[in-house]
Protein backbone atom coordinates (compact mmCIF):
# COMPACT_ATOMS: atom_id res chain seq x y z
CA UNK A 1 0.00 0.00 0.00
CA UNK A 2 1.52 3.62 -0.81
CA UNK A 3 1.14 6.22 1.53
CA UNK A 4 -1.10 9.22 0.43
CA UNK A 5 0.90 11.84 -1.20
CA UNK A 6 0.23 15.16 0.82
CA UNK A 7 -2.21 17.58 -0.96
CA UNK A 8 -1.15 21.36 -2.06
CA UNK A 9 -4.27 23.31 -0.14
CA UNK A 10 -3.33 26.48 -2.12
CA UNK A 11 -4.25 24.51 -6.01
CA UNK A 12 -7.30 23.48 -7.40
CA UNK A 13 -8.24 20.59 -9.36
CA UNK A 14 -5.97 22.11 -12.08
CA UNK A 15 -3.35 22.96 -10.62
CA UNK A 16 -4.30 26.72 -10.17
CA UNK A 17 -3.39 29.12 -7.54
CA UNK A 18 -6.94 29.57 -5.13
CA UNK A 19 -7.05 31.07 -1.70
CA UNK A 20 -8.20 28.32 0.51
CA UNK A 21 -11.54 28.23 1.88
CA UNK A 22 -11.64 28.16 5.72
CA UNK A 23 -15.56 29.21 5.98
CA UNK A 24 -16.32 25.69 7.59
CA UNK A 25 -13.30 25.72 10.16
CA UNK A 26 -13.54 25.99 13.66
CA UNK A 27 -12.02 29.04 14.94
CA UNK A 28 -9.55 28.40 17.78
CA UNK A 29 -6.25 30.40 19.20
CA UNK A 30 -3.31 29.80 17.25
CA UNK A 31 -0.10 30.64 17.65
CA UNK A 32 3.51 30.88 15.69
CA UNK A 33 6.96 31.79 16.43
CA UNK A 34 9.62 32.39 13.87
CA UNK A 35 13.48 33.76 13.83
CA UNK A 36 15.91 35.09 11.96
CA UNK A 37 19.72 36.43 12.74
CA UNK A 38 21.64 38.94 10.92
CA UNK A 39 25.58 39.03 10.85
CA UNK A 40 27.21 41.99 10.78
CA UNK A 41 30.49 43.39 11.47
CA UNK A 42 31.45 44.28 14.97
CA UNK A 43 31.30 47.86 14.51
CA UNK A 44 28.01 47.38 13.29
CA UNK A 45 26.83 45.74 16.31
CA UNK A 46 28.44 48.32 18.72
CA UNK A 47 26.60 50.79 16.99
CA UNK A 48 23.05 49.14 17.58
CA UNK A 49 24.01 48.86 21.32
CA UNK A 50 25.39 51.53 21.98
CA UNK A 51 22.69 53.86 20.26
CA UNK A 52 25.40 55.98 17.96
CA UNK A 53 23.60 54.80 14.28
CA UNK A 54 22.74 57.62 12.75
CA UNK A 55 19.02 56.85 12.23
CA UNK A 56 17.96 56.34 15.51
CA UNK A 57 17.52 53.19 17.47
CA UNK A 58 17.65 50.30 15.34
CA UNK A 59 15.95 47.57 17.61
CA UNK A 60 13.33 49.63 18.36
CA UNK A 61 12.24 50.64 14.62
CA UNK A 62 12.88 46.98 13.81
CA UNK A 63 10.39 45.89 16.44
CA UNK A 64 7.84 48.01 14.90
CA UNK A 65 8.73 47.12 11.42
CA UNK A 66 7.73 43.31 12.37
CA UNK A 67 4.45 43.74 13.49
CA UNK A 68 3.65 46.22 11.32
CA UNK A 69 4.65 43.45 8.67
CA UNK A 70 2.87 41.06 10.41
CA UNK A 71 -0.48 42.78 10.17
CA UNK A 72 0.53 43.62 6.94
CA UNK A 73 0.92 39.37 5.71
CA UNK A 74 -2.17 39.35 3.72
CA UNK A 75 -0.76 42.02 0.89
CA UNK A 76 2.88 40.52 0.85
CA UNK A 77 1.70 36.67 0.43
CA UNK A 78 -1.09 36.65 -1.90
CA UNK A 79 -2.77 33.99 -0.85
CA UNK A 80 -2.52 34.63 3.10
CA UNK A 81 -5.89 35.37 4.59
CA UNK A 82 -6.24 38.60 6.40
CA UNK A 83 -6.38 37.88 10.10
CA UNK A 84 -7.37 40.06 12.95
CA UNK A 85 -3.81 38.97 15.16
CA UNK A 86 -4.19 39.12 19.26
CA UNK A 87 -0.99 39.55 19.98
CA UNK A 88 2.30 40.55 17.75
CA UNK A 89 6.15 40.58 19.61
CA UNK A 90 9.43 41.04 18.41
CA UNK A 91 12.48 40.10 20.33
CA UNK A 92 16.13 40.88 19.21
CA UNK A 93 19.38 39.59 21.15
CA UNK A 94 22.70 40.00 20.31
CA UNK A 95 24.73 36.88 19.48
CA UNK A 96 28.66 37.50 20.37
CA UNK A 97 29.88 40.86 18.88
CA UNK A 98 28.81 40.17 15.08
CA UNK A 99 24.84 38.91 15.21
CA UNK A 100 21.28 39.64 15.84
CA UNK A 101 18.87 37.45 16.40
CA UNK A 102 15.43 38.22 16.38
CA UNK A 103 12.26 36.11 17.25
CA UNK A 104 8.57 36.81 16.38
CA UNK A 105 5.85 35.57 18.31
CA UNK A 106 2.31 35.79 16.92
CA UNK A 107 -1.31 34.75 18.52
CA UNK A 108 -4.36 34.90 16.74
CA UNK A 109 -7.97 33.68 17.54
CA UNK A 110 -9.18 32.93 13.85
CA UNK A 111 -9.94 29.69 11.16
CA UNK A 112 -6.52 29.73 10.01
CA UNK A 113 -2.84 29.90 11.06
CA UNK A 114 -0.11 32.82 11.69
CA UNK A 115 3.04 30.68 10.67
CA UNK A 116 3.18 33.35 7.64
CA UNK A 117 2.58 36.13 9.89
CA UNK A 118 5.28 35.36 11.82
CA UNK A 119 8.12 34.56 9.52
CA UNK A 120 7.08 37.67 7.73
CA UNK A 121 7.24 39.66 11.24
CA UNK A 122 11.19 38.39 11.57
CA UNK A 123 11.82 38.81 8.14
CA UNK A 124 10.67 42.50 8.14
CA UNK A 125 12.70 43.82 11.60
CA UNK A 126 15.66 41.60 9.81
CA UNK A 127 15.31 43.44 6.96
CA UNK A 128 14.96 46.77 8.54
CA UNK A 129 18.47 46.82 10.72
CA UNK A 130 20.00 45.86 7.63
CA UNK A 131 18.33 49.10 5.97
CA UNK A 132 19.15 51.04 9.08
CA UNK A 133 23.08 49.95 9.51
CA UNK A 134 24.15 49.37 5.63
CA UNK A 135 25.93 52.63 5.70
CA UNK A 136 28.24 51.07 8.57
CA UNK A 137 28.81 47.79 6.80
CA UNK A 138 26.67 46.82 3.46
CA UNK A 139 27.88 43.33 4.23
CA UNK A 140 25.69 42.07 6.51
CA UNK A 141 24.23 38.67 6.18
CA UNK A 142 20.67 37.66 6.86
CA UNK A 143 19.61 34.45 7.34
CA UNK A 144 18.34 31.39 8.84
CA UNK A 145 14.81 32.99 8.63
CA UNK A 146 12.68 29.74 10.35
CA UNK A 147 9.49 29.05 11.89
CA UNK A 148 10.50 27.73 15.12
CA UNK A 149 7.06 26.31 16.82
CA UNK A 150 3.04 26.90 15.75
CA UNK A 151 0.17 26.41 17.79
CA UNK A 152 -3.03 25.38 17.11
CA UNK A 153 -5.53 24.05 14.51
CA UNK A 154 -6.18 20.96 13.10
CA UNK A 155 -2.36 19.78 12.52
CA UNK A 156 -1.55 20.62 16.35
CA UNK A 157 1.40 21.65 18.87
CA UNK A 158 4.62 21.63 16.16
CA UNK A 159 8.40 22.54 17.49
CA UNK A 160 11.39 22.42 15.21
CA UNK A 161 13.67 19.45 16.55
Known amino acids: MTAKKPSLTHLDDQGRARMVD ?12 ASGRIQMSSDALHAIRDGSVPKGDVL ?3 RVAGIQAA ?14 LDKVSIECEFIGDNAVEVRAEVRVT ?11 AATASLLTIYDMCKAIDRGMTIET ?3 IEKEGGRSGHWIRK
Open 22 to 33: VGAKDVTQRRAV
Open 145 to 147: VQL
Open 60 to 62: AVA
Open 110 to 120: AKTGVEMEALT
Open 71 to 84: KETSRWIPLCHPLP
